[in-house]
């Protein structure tokens, strides 16, 4: 299907990778550095379902090259067969490629590795780390786990993202990203230890960049001594 994937889309392929085809139907500039892109899924949502936080990779030209990067689904609609979803623009063929599409264009796309577990007893709050990367994640687990509170450290972007966090039970707590992350480590480490003895239930939840991910859920799991059950930890992109 498509350009010549090379050993990632072979290794997706042995993983039994389902292959689709999207077709953009409209964008909207959320922000200067913010772009939402619409979506028709290509038969995506009738074959794989939907769940909670589920993202899929798409698979961009870069030089010549496949590049292929990690997005979450925005309001998907399996009866329609559409989504949206958010790209955080920067420097790269993916950001490139969001900025110039308009309707019609098709982009395609690998299924697989996607999943969500409720956490089990439900949170009796939701402690969040991430950034615009990650928002649309942000957004979708909070909405999954209901009527939970949450406090969510957010790296970098403004007050102006599509942030659906409710004031009633969500606390947003904006940290500017600063020495490769260490700001926002050094923050959520003073924060958190003093939140968790206030929850009986927590669930951490956290996605950020690789390195900044990996320094927070060791420190959450063998520091601060939850359980793995009750932390959930994938790094989101790559800092150069």
């Known amino acids: 299907m498509g350009q010549g994937r090379g050993w990632e889309g072979a290794v997706l ?20 550095d913010y772009r939402r892109l ?9 074959a794989a ?36 979803l958010e790209f955080a623009l920067h420097e790269g063929c993916a950001s490139d490629w969001a900025r110039a599409a308009k309707p019609g264009d098709t982009v395609e796309a690998t299924v697989q590795g996607t999943g969500f577990e409720h956490p089990s007893p439900a949170p009796s709050h939701v402690f969040a780390v991430g950034d615009p990367a990650s928002l649309p994640a942000i957004n ?37 990203r600063q020495d ?15 939140l968790l003895q206030d929850a009986s239930d927590p669930y ?10 990996r320094t927070l859920a060791a420190y959450v799991r063998k520091e601060l001594g939850l359980p793995k059950q009750r932390v959930h930890a994938l790094g989101y992109w790559r800092a150069s």
Not at 148 to 173: N, S
Not at 204 to 213: E, F, N, P, Q
């Open 13 to 32: 392929k042995l993983l039994r990778a389902k292959d689709f085809v999207f077709t953009v139907t409209g964008s909207e500039d959320v922000t200067p």
């Open 38 to 46: 619409s979506f028709t899924d290509g038969g995506l949502l009738a």
């Open 49 to 84: 379902g939907v769940h909670p936080t589920m993202w899929v990779r798409l698979w961009f030209d870069n030089a010549g090259k496949p590049h292929q990067r990690a997005y979450t689904l925005v309001d998907p609609d399996p009866e329609a067969g559409t989504f949206s």
């Open 140 to 176: 979708s687990l909070l909405d999954a786990l209901g009527s939970a509170p949450a406090t969510v450290w957010f790296e970098g972007g403004g007050e102006d993202l599509p942030f659906r966090t409710d004031p009633d039970r969500h606390e947003l707590r904006h940290v500017p």
């Open 180 to 194: 490769s992350g260490a700001q926002l480590v050094d923050r959520v480490k003073t924060d958190l230890p003093g």
């Open 204 to 213: 951490v939840w956290i996605a950020c960049d690789t390195a900044t991910t």
